[in-house]
């Protein structure tokens, strides 16, 4: 019996020796990953998909060496709930990035934002830590800026950017501006050590952002590390920006001027992984976090070409998202793929590129794209778009059905606030929130992308369409467990008054007296 | 005296003797010209183009071999005036191709027109006999279909195809179906023997040109003649049509089948110059003839794009227009032009590819294209929006000035007949017809493709602009003579009644007693 234990402890050694020498030397180096995600930038911003003037010639070229996909969405049509969804795999009525204070309200993370993100929720970097990935966040974070919600605190391992968006300068009185930080600490704040010139509209971020995400590069390359880069940059969110060589060259004034730099920047990364010989080892995904601001254009804001309206509403064009995807060696040059696909797939995509499985004990909203992108599969699956926890819109394969349809209040639009200018679609970009939940709006987005014809409630096609619909829906609805809201609490005493690493600054401002209250989501 | 007179008659006939060997050897052959020109095909409906189905990969494909101009325009936002205007490289206005009934009206041919084409002007193949090219229109011809408007009376040497659009079918009482020609005669009527289904959309007519094409070409090189072909299809306008083979395979619906019908032809008719081993000899250019029917969308009607309403308006949607120039060995591969270009540069340009200038005795408005195509040259050149003889807008550089504004009437627009569904732009999209001829609207186009954003009145920019724009204007005023308008008397007893070749077939229809009467042009 002893020499048999014995035998059989041997045994076990050794298959646990051959599992860790396999695993180490036998099995490929899981690739690399590199999402490159633009802030309100358009689905028709790219040369690839429209934009008359072309000027995105890495961009196009990306596409035509990878996979296009001209039906991909973001999970939301604000940034916030969008990157939450993105780093999560899960839509934000689940990962809780929205808010319950009234119906169908966006919301997301500026200065006084209480919550962020949950730690119960299990994010990319987090999980590819199990494969031995090195990850790091260049730019906008926007899951919360509070101490507990720190990008270092949820998997990555470094960090350069901001936790809010760029906007200001503000006095550092009522608003302190917002910190830029590296890694733990902040290293110095927007419009003081990391100008703007909003005359001008000149400044160097992008420069920055993009060198940090070379020299990372460099350093994983050189460790021999697969690494997990995450490159959130925020030049073509208003107020938009470029560096000096960029600005005034743009056929399209100040936002075309971060679009060329944002354009010239990927071409570099590209190159990188190219001149270091670790292109094929490299999966890199470009997309935006929702659609063009056009209440900000023309000249801060981009285009979402033929697509209705834009960012804060769920049309086509607050939603709807250039992307592309590279992968030399793997995804074959030049394809077009009319698959469905949303920001969340890149969570799940990316887990299976590191060999992992997304979490089981939730649901997980993300679709693992390698067999699309790989062989050219196609999997129907819905998108689902919120504002808050109220489901606005579904689309099943070209169908899209709008069971609540709202722009903004008639109080917004009439200060000239308009979501949608220059269009105007009865009884569809209304100003008033319309419930269709009976009777969905149908569209069919191949005839009809700019949602300016719905189907006849009394036609065929209507009748079969709702059918599918009202089942997606429910099953939807059956297995919703929504996540406890993070966006309704706001407080000026939270806000970026004394990050860490402020007092090796001497820029520590002092917080007023905390006074919670409900934030106020206009729209 | 004599001796010295031979001995100069002698010499004289050696010099003729070897300016014809020249001409005949030494001079190299000029290329073929192959102008494919679509029928309110819009500037959205190329995939290169940023429609998102992404359905065109021949004429994708044949831009990424050539030059794709994203800023080409037609020189009328209707068929006739437009096709009037490519074939004699002048504008509407100065080849008559418009209507003084009323006020900034769009008029064409139908059947019931009196005018067409007047003896006076020199249509392109007239032209390109001088360089010995043989010439065939395939498809529309649209400049008039009485007797001394026959195509075969204008410089082509063979003709397939229709004189008037394909509306019908028609009770042959009323109206007669509208004729199909072969050269001189007529070999049939549409809906009789060339049928055109409209409750299924079927037609075999896309596969008819097509042959025609490609039997022109193949007779053509072997005689080793210089070739024009003017292809000139009407498949994408409505009623739109498909063969079998494409019907119910777009994403788009049946527009998209004639989308995607086309675009294959192109294909075959490329090919065919590449397998002929002519493809370096022959110069082809893709364009259409007006924007894309949006009153016809979306089951009849194309995209525009990002651009602003469609055909009938001066609006970009109306006029500026997929365009493509192939000509591989000559045109580097895979440019994108800024040249602001107009259907009448074709004119110009083919002159110039047969060795030939443009007629010396009039204004001619297109221009020479090649130091474009061939060196990327780009020439300051305005383009001019006409209705009728009314000066809507006129574009310099990247600014456009509406000096009228107007889409068509408030009671035309509660009729349901929308040429900008779902778009509207407050004091620019107007049905009423504004006046803005002192205080133009002006757009900069490549920060706001969709004219929704005026640029205001007392910047510095707006009057830098007004001030080139007034002085444009006033040139283009000055040398401006309108010619004799063709499209101003309607006839019944013009109609295509009794075409030649009629008794041939037992087809000849009695025409009524001729009462001529202006023209209604309601928008």
Redesign the interface.
């Known amino acids: 019996m002893a020499a048999v234990a014995a035998a059989t402890r041997g045994w076990r050694l050794l298959v646990l020796l051959c599992t860790a020498v396999l695993a180490t030397a036998g099995a490929p180096q899981p690739p690399n990953i590199v999402l490159l995600l633009m802030d309100d930038m358009g689905w ?1 911003d790219l ?1 690839v ?6 000027e995105t010639p890495n961009l196009d070229q990306m596409a035509s060496e990878g996979m ?1 996909f ?2 991909f969405y973001s999970a939301n049509p604000l940034c916030s709930p969008s990157r939450a969804a993105l780093l999560t795999g899960r839509l934000p009525i689940r990962n809780g990035f929205y808010t319950t204070n009234a119906h169908a309200r966006n919301a997301y993370t500026p200065q006084e934002i209480v919550g962020g993100i949950p730690d119960s929720e299990h994010l990319l970097p987090e999980l590819l830590q199990k494969a031995g990935y090195t990850s790091k966040i260049v730019g906008k974070w926007h899951l919360g800026h509070r101490p507990q919600f720190h990008p270092l605190k949820h998997g990555f391992d470094e960090w350069f950017g901001s936790p809010n968006c760029h906007f200001g300068p503000y006095d550092n009185r009522a608003k302190p501006n917002i910190p830029v930080y590296r890694d733990w600490e902040m290293v110095g704040r927007f419009y003081e050590e990391f100008p703007i010139n909003l005359k001008t509209g000149e400044a160097n971020l992008t420069q920055i952002y993009l060198q940090e995400a070379l020299d990372f590069i460099k350093r994983q390359q050189m460790k021999q590390h697969p690494f997990f880069l995450y490159w959130a940059i925020d030049a073509t969110h208003a107020p938009v920006y470029a560096s000096r060589p960029f600005l005034g060259t ?4 100040r ?2 001027d971060a679009v060329r730099e944002v354009d010239d920047s990927v071409g570099k990364i590209l190159s990188l992984l190219r001149n270091l010989g670790i292109a094929e080892n490299s999966f890199v995904f470009f997309t935006s976090d929702n659609g063009a601001a056009l209440v900000s ?3 801060q804001g981009g ?1 979402n ?2 697509f ?1 309206c834009g960012k804060q509403t769920t049309f086509e064009g607050g939603m709807r998202e250039p992307a592309i995807a590279w992968w030399p060696g793997h995804i074959a040059a030049g394809q ?1 793929s ?1 698959q469905l696909g949303s920001i969340m797939d890149l969570f799940t995509t990316s887990l299976s590129l590191a060999g992992l499985k997304p979490p089981s004990d939730r649901v997980i909203d993300g679709l693992d794209l390698l067999p699309t992108l790989l062989q050219g599969q196609l999997t129907d699956r819905p998108i689902f778009y919120y504002r808050g926890n109220t489901l606005m819109a579904v689309t099943l394969g ?1 169908y899209k059905a709008h069971f609540w349809t709202w722009t903004n209040s008639w109080r917004e639009f009439k200060q000239g606030i308009d979501f949608c ?5 009865s009884g569809v970009t209304t100003h008033t929130q319309e419930e269709h939940t009976e009777l969905p709006l149908i569209f ?10 719905p189907i006849s409630f009394v036609s065929a096609e209507y009748q079969d369409v709702l059918s599918r619909t009202t089942w997606i829906v429910q099953q939807h609805r059956k297995a919703l467990v929504p996540g406890q809201p993070q966006l309704n609490v706001c407080n000026q005493a939270v806000m970026n008054w004394a990050p860490p690493g402020c007092e090796k600054l001497g820029k520590c401002l002092t917080p007023p007296e905390s006074t919670p209250t409900k934030c106020l989501w206009p729209h």
Chains 1, 2 share one sequence.
């Open positions: 028709g040369g998909y429209g934009e008359p003037s072309k296009l001209p039906s743009s056929q399209r004034g936002y075309g254009a023309p000249k285009s070409g033929p209705l077009v009319h070209q200018p220059g269009q105007n679609v069919h987005l191949g005839r009809d992308p700019g949602e300016r014809f």
